[in-house]
């Protein structure tokens, strides 16, 4: 009889939940003063200048082979850079409910590709199952009418096309980091940090010029949360849950998010929460149940 998974990898989920769920928030309150592109550099410079400090202080030493460093590079790529980039652009056209649903091709796309390219993380009936309940319910939560507005005119296929394959981005990108090996996940968080944000900075100086923008306090504090929590601390917390419970499992974010956002709507902007949505979450957390509940842990 297989164990069910620790305390820790659930707690651990949820608080990674909560720092992605809620940034959400905190973007919306920024982008209306700070590009996107500004805004995303802005983000992972923080956090890499955070992360350098604690990696100094922990006496932590960062790897020299370039075989390491090579890895590092593509999954700063694959799973920060291209995907930030793809969804800053393709938001502009698409609303929040349908971006929503297509990034839910994460979770699927990372049971496929765990499958062929990550050890002992074969598909079993019971995963497909849950996987495929979390995802209606998702969809239940956004509504089935955000459905209904995938495709249109060209633009806007386009624009859809890119925010779902950012979502393929980031479950690639989970099975990259489970075969980086077992760095310190504070050492793996600013190698990523620190990767990401020379790609990114020379893209905001040279597409929006962030020297010209006039910024408040509230939008430079949304900046500098963005860069410490959701970005700083979740990446540690991101590379922790794939060493310890793999990619499959940390997939199940996808599912949870969409709920921490809506309660974040509700709690700050006053957002009304309906039926369907209680439905949907219900819909998620049995989901969750079936994929998981008798999976072992490890």
Same mark, same amino acid.
């Given at each position: 009889?297989?164990?069910?998974?620790?305390?820790?990898?659930?707690?651990?989920? #949820?608080?990674?939940?909560?720092?992605?769920?809620?940034?959400?928030?905190?973007?919306?309150?920024?982008?209306?003063?700070?590009?996107?592109?500004?805004?995303?550099?802005?983000?992972?410079?923080? &956090? !890499?200048?955070?992360?350098?400090? !604690?990696?100094? &202080?922990?006496?932590?030493?960062?790897?020299?082979?370039?075989?390491?460093?090579?890895?590092y590079l593509l999954m700063s790529l694959?799973?920060?850079?291209?995907?930030?980039?793809?969804?800053?652009?393709?938001?502009?056209?698409?609303?929040?409910?349908? !971006?929503?649903?297509?990034?839910?091709?994460?979770? #699927?796309?990372?049971?496929?590709?765990?499958?062929?390219?990550?050890?002992?993380?074969?598909?079993?009936?019971?995963?497909?199952?849950?996987?495929?309940?979390?995802?209606?319910?998702?969809?239940? #939560?956004?509504?089935?009418? &955000?459905?209904?507005?995938?495709?249109?005119?060209?633009?806007?296929?386009?624009?859809?096309?890119?925010?779902g394959l950012a979502a393929i981005c /980031? &479950?690639?990108?989970?099975?990259?980091?489970?075969?980086?090996?077992?760095?310190?996940p504070l050492v793996s968080a600013t190698?990523?940090?620190?990767?990401?944000?020379?790609?990114?900075?020379?893209?905001?100086?040279?597409?929006?010029?962030?020297?010209?923008?006039?910024?408040?306090?509230?939008?430079?504090?949304?900046?500098?949360?963005?860069?410490?929590?959701?970005?700083? #601390?979740?990446?540690?917390? /991101?590379?922790?849950?794939?060493?310890?419970?793999?990619?499959?499992?940390?997939?199940?974010?996808? /599912?949870?998010?969409?709920?921490?956002?809506?309660?974040?709507?509700?709690?700050?902007?006053?957002?009304?929460?309906?039926?369907?949505?209680?439905?949907?979450?219900?819909?998620?957390?049995?989901?969750?149940?079936?994929?998981?509940?008798?999976?072992?842990?490890?």
């Amino acid at each position: 009889m297989r164990q069910p998974r620790p305390l820790v990898d659930w707690l651990g989920l #949820l608080l990674l939940a909560i720092l992605w769920g809620t940034s959400f928030l905190f973007v919306k309150i920024a982008v209306r003063e700070v590009t996107p592109f500004t805004m995303v550099a802005a983000r992972f410079v923080i &956090a !890499a200048s955070v992360l350098s400090a !604690a990696v100094r &202080a922990r006496g932590l030493r960062l790897p020299t082979s370039r075989r390491v460093w090579g890895h590092y590079l593509l999954m700063s790529l694959i799973g920060n850079s291209i995907p930030f980039t793809l969804i800053a652009w393709g938001q502009i056209r698409v609303d929040v409910g349908l !971006a929503g649903i297509l990034m839910g091709v994460m979770p #699927l796309m990372t049971l496929v590709l765990a499958h062929f390219f990550a050890p002992g993380e074969r598909m079993t009936p019971r995963m497909t199952a849950g996987f495929v309940v979390g995802f209606v319910g998702l969809v239940v #939560l956004f509504g089935p009418e &955000a459905l209904l507005e995938f495709g249109g005119e060209a633009s806007d296929l386009l624009s859809q096309s890119a925010i779902g394959l950012a979502a393929i981005c /980031y &479950a690639t990108n989970t099975i990259i980091t489970r075969r980086l090996g077992t760095l310190d996940p504070l050492v793996s968080a600013t190698i990523v940090m620190w990767i990401t944000s020379v790609t990114m900075v020379p893209a905001a100086l040279w597409v929006e010029r962030p020297w010209d923008l006039a910024l408040s306090a509230e939008s430079i504090a949304s900046v500098v949360w963005l860069g410490l929590f959701a970005t700083a #601390l979740a990446t540690i917390v /991101y590379f922790r849950i794939v060493q310890r419970a793999g990619p499959t499992f940390l997939s199940l974010i996808n /599912y949870m998010i969409p709920g921490v956002a809506l309660a974040a709507g509700a709690v700050v902007l006053d957002e009304q929460l309906v039926g369907t949505v209680l439905i949907g979450m219900a819909l998620i957390l049995t989901g969750l149940a079936i994929s998981q509940l008798g999976s072992r842990s490890g």
